[in-house]
């Protein structure tokens, strides 16, 4: 009799790491009880997170810092990517290692890997860039940014001008053979934060990308990449919905892939939100048999995998 445990890549979303450096530090505490609770319940664990608060922070600082020392020489949001998953790495280490000892149980190794996603130079999202980043500038200061540093700027909903960028599809986990060689290992993994730093390949070099990157996606690529059994996506909801905020609204238990895909046709998830983390499903639960994919809510985790809430969706 063999009782191997499941393997399963989860997706943290903003609320499990908030908005500001205390806000994470104690959001962390929440997501690391849910982390740990899905490891009790017998599951061998990957961590993947967003990181859209923390790289902001990270890029507006070393923006005013290179503004403040007067130098044109500007830190690249794939740096700032790197640092954002150290940064939050960290506080999810010390978190994790906590909880375990809360539990009196003995933590595993715990290890945070810095994470490079592979991108092609010829997608299309690199031509019509959309994705706003960084903070709000007037049309004067705008037009500077495009001039001096060459950034793409757009009007965003008439609240003033953001920088722009591109959203491509991940399409290699670089560090795959690392991340599955610590698993193999025992090791409780975070890794591919923010979706992993994209980046493009050419010839020997991998160059740091001016994107960004879905974590929702890049988790469903990392988790058909390890053979998981689950992709679990971890939101603010407890259930994705049809008809969402309307009065007719109705919460889905299950989809299967082909309802998944019309209800995406339909319109009935909003892109940005959402929808990317349906289409993250869909693409795990289509690249293999007996693979299921979860959304719920973080503090829900466990009942989510006792499938008392949350929705799955599977072929
Ligand atoms: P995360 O930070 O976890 O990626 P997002 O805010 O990007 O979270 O996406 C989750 C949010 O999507 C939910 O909190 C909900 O407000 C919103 N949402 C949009 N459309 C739907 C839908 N059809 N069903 C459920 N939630 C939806
Ligand atoms: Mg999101």
Redesign the pocket.
């Known amino acids: 009799m063999t009782n191997k445990k499941k393997r399963m890549v989860i ?6 790491l908030g908005n500001t450096l205390p806000e994470q530090m104690q959001a962390v505490k929440i997501t690391s009880k849910a982390i740990v609770d899905l490891m009790e319940e017998g599951c061998e664990l990957v961590i993947v997170h ?1 990181n ?1 608060p923390q790289v902001g922070i990270i890029n507006n600082a070393m923006t005013d810092y290179a503004h403040h020392i007067q130098s044109t020489c500007l830190t690249p949001l794939s740096v700032c990517g790197a640092m954002s998953q150290a940064y939050v790495g960290y506080d999810l280490q010390n978190s994790l290692r906590e909880e375990f000892l809360n539990r009196q149980l003995t933590p595993p190794p715990i290890a945070t890997i810095i994470t490079q996603t592979r991108v092609d130079a010829d997608d299309p999202a690199f031509t019509e860039p959309t994705k706003p980043i960084g903070t709000f500038m007037t049309k004067e200061e705008a037009r500077e940014a495009a001039g001096e540093r060459g950034w793409i700027v757009k009007e965003d909903a008439g609240r003033g001008y953001r920088r722009v960028v591109a959203s491509p599809k991940p399409k290699e986990i670089i560090e795959l053979s690392a991340i599955r060689a610590m698993m193999n290992d025992g090791a409780l993994v975070i890794c591919t934060g923010g979706g992993g730093i994209p980046v493009i390949s050419e010839g020997n070099h991998l160059a740091g990308a001016v994107a960004v990157l879905d ?2 996606l890049s988790a469903a690529l990392l988790a058909e990449s390890l053979d998981a059994d689950y992709l679990f ?5 407890e ?7 309307k009065p007719d ?1 109705k ?2 238990d299950h989809m299967t892939v082909a309802e998944a895909e019309q ?1 995406c046709r339909e319109g ?3 892109p ?7 289409q993250a499903c869909i693409n795990f639960a289509k690249s293999g048999k007996g693979r299921t994919a979860m ?1 719920s809510l ?1 503090e829900k985790a466990k009942e989510a995998l006792r499938n008392e809430t949350g929705t799955t969706i599977s072929l």
């Not at 996506?233 to 909801?237: E, F, K």
């Not at 259930?239 to 905020?245: E, R």
């Not at 940005?272 to 349906?278: A, D, I």
């Open positions: 997706a943290l979303g903003g609320n499990a967003g859209g974590k929702d996506i971890l939101t603010a909801v259930k994705a919905a049809v008809n969402f905020g609204q919460w889905l209800y009935q998830f909003a940005g939100s959402m929808l990317p983390k349906v959304i973080l």
